[in-house]
Each structure stands twice: as structure tokens, then as C-alpha cells.
């Protein structure tokens, strides 16, 4: 059954249950779906669907529990879920919400949300061979904050999620698969080895259409990007930054050199 893509990827964003919405992000057939980039979708209220838990609270109201403890792991594997969710939905909602780009942004951001998808679900698993679930520790809602704030505006949405927030994931990823071998858990850390390989690719694809933006409304990326990150509040990036993956990711040696600047 053939599928119109963005309505598809709102269909998918509504759904509450993320390991139901998971499941059937991983169910997408990119070639059985028709895209259609001018085709207009209203915005609905109350996307992303999401659970009743876990709890969204501030982030500096979040407790730092040590790794070596089983409640302690179970809350950093936790945390990596929760920026998976997230990710399933920035992914899904780029896909429907910004119009009349080519048919390939569509199916980049789609593809990227099959892969964000798989990453929740080797993650969940992983935290309930721990005994816990998703929900069962606070979790808070920064991601989805900066999707709110550039929901009008494609530029900055891809300025500031893939490029920012989501690059941040690459300069943290190996500091955090150390934490877990630290304490014994290889599997955890074969995960994020996993999601390492696949985000360089999503950042490469925010990369890709952000430059592509900027060469369509001769604008200079670097100097867009640090007007885009003060507009909208971005949080400042600060090191250690991942350099081999950022520029795996297609970040160019200028933008290197500004970083944390």
C-alpha cells in the first residue's frame, strides 16, 4: 500500500506509545512511499505524542547517579532512551512540517528516523535487562524545546538540531561508552558504538541540507549559523569536542575552528 510520506511521518509523530511508534518507524518502506514536498499538512495540536512518563522536569533538577550502581546505570541508559525518543520524533517531524524541499530531504530525514528508531529499541532492551523501563526515571524535554523554537523556520532548524544539539552527541559519545566499561557493561557500549556510526550520518544529512539552504539564499554558513544560534538561544558549545567524528560529519575546517569560540 502506497503511502504519502509526509502525511505518513505526521501519522507516525502522533502516536504516545514510543515503542509502538518505534516499531512501526522501523515498518516504513521507503520505496513504497510517494512524496509529495508542496503538499500542504496542517499542524495538528499536541504532537509529539507522547507517554504519560517519564516525567519532564528542568534539567539541573535531574540527580547524578553513579554508573557503578544498578539503579545508577540503569538511569544513564535511561537518559540515552530518552534522547532516542527524541530523536525518532525531531526526525519525523522535519520530514512533514517544512515543505517544497526535494525529494530526497524527505527521504534522508525518514531513513534517519528508521536508524533513530532502531537505536530506542536496542536501547530499551537494554534497560530492561537492567529492570527498568522507559519511564521509570525523569527525563527532560531540551530537545524537543529547540524543535518548538525553530518549528517556522527550516534553516535554523537544521542549524541548530542536527548541527548543535544532535552534534553534541558526538563530542559525548565517547566519554560515555568509557563511563560503561568502566563498569563492566560492553553491551551498552557496543550500542553506543552503533549509534556513534549511524549519527555521523544524521549530522552529515543536517550538514548536507543546511549548506544547501545557505547556497540557495547566498548566505555564508558560518556566520548564518552563530546569527541562528543567538536569535534562538542555542546553548554554547563547549569541548572536549569528537573532531574526527564532527568532521566524518562534514563539518569543514573553518567551522572547526570556530567551535566553542
Known amino acids: 500500500m502506497t503511502h504519502l510520506a509526509r502525511h505518513r511521518a505526521q501519522q507516525l509523530l502522533r502516536i504516545d506509545h514510543p515503542a509502538e511508534k518505534a516499531r512501526l518507524v522501523r515498518q516504513l518502506d521507503l520505496d513504497d512511499l510517494r512524496v509529495l514536498p508542496d503538499d500542504t499538512i496542517a499542524d495538528v495540536p499536541g504532537l509529539p505524542g507522547r507517554p504519560d512518563r517519564p516525567m519532564l522536569v528542568p534539567p539541573q533538577q535531574l540527580k547524578t547517579r553513579a554508573p557503578g550502581t544498578r539503579e545508577g546505570l540503569g538511569a544513564l541508559i535511561h537518559a540515552l532512551v530518552h534522547i532516542e525518543a527524541n530523536a525518532i520524533n525531531l526526525a519525523l517531524d522535519v520530514s512533514w512540517r517544512f515543505a517544497d524541499m526535494p525529494e530526497r530531504f524527505y527521504r534522508d530525514w525518514l531513513q534517519v528516523a528508521r536508524e533513530e528508531a532502531l537505536h530506542f529499541e536496542l536501547l530499551r532492551q537494554h534497560l530492561l535487562t537492567l529492570g527498568f523501563e522507559y519511564g521509570d526515571f525523569p ?117 572547526l575552528a570556530v567551535l566553542g569560540s
Open 139 to 255: 527525563a527532560h524535554n531540551g530537545l524537543w524545546e529547540m524543535a518548538e523554537k525553530t518549528k517556522s523556520s527550516l534553516l535554523a532548524r537544521l542549524a541548530l538540531v542536527p548541527r548543535t544539539l544532535e552534534a553534541r552527541g558526538l563530542d559525548a559519545s565517547p566519554a560515555i561508552r568509557n563511563r560503561l566499561v568502566s563498569v563492566g557493561d560492553h553491551r551498552g557500549a557496543a550500542i553506543l558504538d552503533i549509534i556513534l556510526r549511524d549519527e555521523i550520518g544524521h549530522v552529515a544529512v543536517g550538514n548536507r541540507w543546511y549548506r544547501y539552504l545557505c547556497s540557495a539564499h547566498n548566505l555564508d554558513p558560518i556566520s548564518t549559523f552563530a546569527e541562528l544560534a543567538a536569535q534562538y538561544g542555542a546553548p554554547k558549545l563547549k569541548g572536549p569536542f569528537n573532531l574526527a567524528a564532527r568532521r566524518a560529519a562534514g563539518f569543514d575546517e573553518a567551522e
